[in-house]
């Protein structure tokens, strides 16, 4: 009789178990960590619901200062960041220093180094902020002396081998030593990127093995491919401005853009590895 209970509650257990996603959906939630005039806004990781099964990716959320609002200082010893101003103008502050940044500006963050945000105007300030560890087996150095920070606009676009010309890129953040995109400082970002889509245009939906990713949709609508069937077909879903996709390792991603005259769709994304089984690269 003891036996079957035990039997009977394990079977009980393992029914009542959630399935981790292999995709999350999100747009601008309600709740949001906020701290006087600065407003943090969790969209993937930390705040969310599901951040337990992010990996590398520690946040990714939009910040928002009220006018002449200044956030509180940050500082992490094996984590990096990247700032991408989605509206208005304010102050970065970095180490002792002030840098100004404006509508569509971005920056890397090394570890090591305090900063904080600051809203010089009457308007509010947005920012779009990510968060990545760093691999234990990565030697962290010296933060930068300054904060490289860069206008989308200055950034050229340029096509990607493997992918369609249907879609433009424009390359922002790399790996350290790399020399392909506009800053190659990161520790643990493969590639932070701006995606241009022709109408009809595609970047092929594909998958990466050993990394998660994110896309969000600054404008334009289509099709976003999320995970896939047992017929090998992608799953296809609407998307539209202001939605914002996880993607774990292995599922399968890419965008379909709506195929009329004039119809142009651009998404921002972030890629990072996860940690690898001993052994492999």
Wanted: glycine share 8%.
């Amino acid at each position: 009789m003891l036996l079957l209970l035990s039997l009977l509650a394990s079977d009980s257990l393992a029914q009542d178990r959630k399935v981790d996603p292999t995709w999350l959906h999100r747009r601008a939630p309600a709740e949001s960590l906020s701290s006087g005039v600065c407003h943090y806004t969790p969209i993937f990781g930390d705040g969310d619901s599901d951040n337990r099964i992010l990996r590398t990716v520690t946040r990714f959320g939009e910040l928002t200062l009220d006018a002449q609002g200044n956030c509180q200082s940050a500082l992490y010893e094996r984590e990096e960041e990247i700032y991408f101003v989605m509206e208005g103008t304010g102050v970065l502050h970095y180490a002792d220093q002030k840098h100004p940044v404006r509508t569509s500006d971005f920056t890397y963050l090394a570890p090591g180094v305090k900063h904080s945000i600051a809203n010089n105007s009457e308007k509010k300030l947005r920012i779009l902020v990510m968060g990545f560890k760093i691999p234990q087996r990565s030697s962290v150095g010296a933060p930068p002396a300054h904060p490289t920070i860069i206008n989308l606009d200055n950034v050229k676009e340029e096509t990607v081998d493997g992918h369609p010309t249907s879609v433009l890129y424009k390359l922002l953040v790399g790996p350290r030593g790399a020399k392909r995109d506009a800053i190659d400082d990161a520790y643990a970002v493969t590639s932070f990127f701006w995606m241009d889509f022709a109408p009809g245009g595609t970047n092929f939906p594909h998958h990466h093995e050993y990394a998660e990713e994110i896309y969000i949709v600054l404008d334009g609508q289509g099709e976003m491919a999320a995970g896939s069937g047992t017929d090998g077909i992608e799953g296809r879903y609407p998307a539209q401005a202001g939605d914002a996709y996880y993607f774990r390792p292995n599922c399968t991603v890419g965008f379909y853009n709506q195929n009329k005259a004039g119809a142009k769709a651009h998404i921002l994304a972030v890629r990072s590895p996860i940690p690898q089984p001993e052994g492999e690269d």
